[in-house]
């Protein structure tokens, strides 16, 4: 035989003799007890025996579980198989077998089936990984039973990491809340002083609750004290959480509102046009995100993360591009007629929306975060920030930084401001009114482009998605003031705040209502809004 298939044979055999060594050994962790009670019909007895593997944490033990859990372990008297396909394994000694006349799957019912589940997951917990180890943890703060309580004391002791310790401290004391030893329970409704766990909130206020005999849920009255102090911290820490996410998310939302009515504060703001189709062309900057990214996934897939750095020029491109063509075409006629420009350009909308339709369809379509914008940063225990919200945040103040820079410090913004204050005399000092009033609209357009480009990356993109933003818009410029660039900004902020700490009382419909109330007040007694402006839209 030549040299190297001999190498080669000696190289598999040693292969399979090494695989067969240590299922060998790694069947020691399967006692006939644990083989017992796997194959016998007492549910409880199969917990504990799930929870005992789950403990050992070895490559048998997953193999067991994951066969349980498909209905792919069979069972005949005490004896257990793995079947896989055509492959048959004999818990026993590891080696291939025949299934026998008479063997069936292990049965399921749905509390089993949980104890699987969260075995499993609780197995994740000795992965190399700290990543997978960390989200394990958090996975199982929602269901800690006293069944998990070895595999989680083995897994505490390995752990190395200080935050996934403390949550595995956490989740143990949680599981002792339910120990026979009130000594267990005190030491873990103490522990539990510092956690964050909404769930356990219902557990501790059990504990306090009064029979109608007079009795409590726990006897101890040590342990009522305790569970006192530990439920009010943690509705303490619950509340300030609630507080902190509703800012988060109130900041965010102003953020989608400032992105959302930035040009329309120009169009309408600037030039007084009332321009219903704002929302389409938010809907456009979206649609060519989207376009991008399905560019990118064609042609470069290895820089598929990059997409939004050509998404945002182009929307701002495309979507000013056909702000200029509704300008130059219709918008130029009616200049001075706010009830015909309100008709023409509603529309328009509904003719941009019918267009995206037929070229896109009427199904939503995905556009995924960036790589760099996916998951987000914890804080106060279990409130996440996440990072596409973050950068839409920092976004949206680039974007107002932008528009006061033009504004202010450019010809273009020189000129505009002086059309808006007194057009004539503009237009006698040589100023082209008509090509300013052009690229102002374009202007206008081209950032509510990339308010769809921000939008894209909050949810899906449909051919309605500019209409759920073009009421909001004009709610944010009238009552920051027509025209005010500070004014809007205030305004998207705080009627983003206004919304999320209204949702949770009201729920969202009447925070809805409410704001379009305080709003109708305010514009009553203030009409022109927080900031005044003189100049066209006076007039």
């Not at 959480?241 to 504060?265: K, P």
Request: aromatic share 6%; proline share 4%.
């Amino acid at each position: 035989m030549p040299i190297k298939p001999l190498r080669t044979t000696l190289l598999l055999l040693t292969w399979v003799l090494l695989c067969t060594a240590a299922w060998a050994n790694a069947t020691v962790t399967l006692s006939p007890a644990m083989r017992n009670a796997l194959s016998g019909d007492d549910t409880d007895a199969r917990i504990q025996a799930v929870s005992q593997l789950a403990a050992q944490a070895d490559a048998q033990a997953v193999a067991i579980l994951n066969a349980m859990k498909n209905e792919a372990l069979y069972a005949k008297d005490d004896a257990l198989y793995i079947v896989d396909g055509e492959r048959i394994t004999a818990l026993a000694d590891g080696g291939l077998a025949v299934l026998p006349d008479g063997a069936e799957p292990i049965a399921l019912n749905n509390r089993l089936r949980a104890v699987l589940d969260s075995a499993l997951s609780g197995m994740k917990l000795f992965s190399a990984d700290r990543n997978v180890r960390l989200q394990a943890a958090l996975d199982l703060q929602k269901e800690a039973t006293p069944e998990q309580l070895p595999l989680l004391n083995k897994a505490y002791l390995k752990e190395t990491d200080a935050e996934i310790g403390n949550l595995l401290q956490m989740l143990i004391a949680t599981a002792n809340l339910h120990a026979d030893d009130p000594a267990l329970r005190k030491a873990a409704v103490k522990t539990l002083v510092n956690s964050s766990n909404p769930k356990l909130i219902p557990v501790l206020q059990a504990m306090l609750a009064q029979q109608a005999d007079g009795s409590y849920g726990e006897p101890d009255e040590g342990i009522r004290i305790a569970a006192v102090t530990t439920l009010h911290a943690i509705e303490a820490r619950l509340a300030r959480m609630e507080f902190a996410g509703n800012l988060f998310y109130g900041i965010s939302l102003g953020s989608v509102l400032l992105l959302a009515a930035l040009g329309l504060a120009i169009t309408f703001g600037l030039m007084g046009i009332i321009n219903m189709a704002h929302g389409e062309l938010l809907m456009i900057g979206a649609y060519t995100t989207y376009l991008c990214q399905l560019l990118f996934r064609t042609y470069f897939p290895a820089a598929l993360d990059a997409y939004l750095l050509l998404a945002l020029p182009a929307a701002f491109l495309v979507s000013g591009g056909v702000g200029i063509i509704l300008e130059r075409c219709v918008i130029r006629w009616l200049y001075g007629r706010p009830l015909e420009t309100l008709l023409c350009t509603w529309g328009i909308s509904l003719i941009l929306m019918q267009g995206v339709r037929s070229l896109f369809g009427a199904q939503n379509v995905e556009v995924s975060n960036p790589g760099w914008m996916s998951g987000g940063v914890t804080v106060l225990g279990s409130l996440v920030l996440s990072y596409n919200r973050l950068v839409i945040i920092v976004f949206s103040l680039a974007v107002v930084l932008a528009v006061w820079l033009i504004l202010n410090k450019t010809r273009l913004g020189l000129f505009l401001r002086a059309v808006t204050q007194n057009r004539r005399m503009a237009d006698c000092t040589g100023v082209p009114t008509g090509r300013i009033d052009m690229l102002t609209f374009g202007l206008g357009s081209g950032i509510a482009g990339l308010g769809g480009v921000a939008l894209s990356q909050l949810g899906n993109v449909g051919p309605d998605l500019g209409q759920n933003y073009i009421v909001d818009s004009f709610m944010v410029v009238v009552l920051g003031g027509v025209g005010q660039l500070a004014g809007t900004v205030i305004a998207s902020f705080g009627l983003g705040e206004l919304n999320k700490f209204l949702e949770p009382v009201a729920g969202a419909v009447m925070a809805k209502i409410v704001i379009l109330i305080f709003i109708i007040i305010f514009i009553q007694r203030r009409p022109q809004g927080l900031f005044a402006l003189k100049g066209r839209s006076v007039e």
